[in-house]
């Protein structure tokens, strides 16, 4: 008999699960989609901070300790000098 296991998920699947059952607040999401929309993060970044994301709001800290779109611009300056 074969054996399936789950697949983890993505982390966009799961900032999106924890929005769809409440877990994730519409301000954090709104804060996540912001950084979508305002910067020019590549596709490897947008992943480092959905994991960061992730990360943050399952420690129990709330959305304000998440950076917002206008400090992301120097976080990935920093990061990629």
């Keep these: 008999m074969t054996q399936v296991t789950p697949a983890r998920p993505t982390p966009f699947t799961a ?9 994730v607040s519409d301000d ?6 912001d950084l979508f929309e305002d910067t020019s993060a590549s596709a490897q970044e947008r992943l ?4 960061f994301y992730l990360d943050v709001l399952a420690t129990g ?16 300056s920093a990061i990629q000098a």
């Excluded at 480092?48 to 994991?51: C, D, L, Q």
């Design 48 to 51: 480092a901070f959905a994991r």
């Design 61 to 76: 800290d709330v959305a304000e300790a998440l950076p917002a779109p206008d400090e992301v611009g120097g976080i990935l």
């Design 15 to 23: 900032l999106l699960a924890g929005y769809v059952t409440g877990r």
């Design 28 to 33: 954090a999401m709104a804060r996540f989609d």
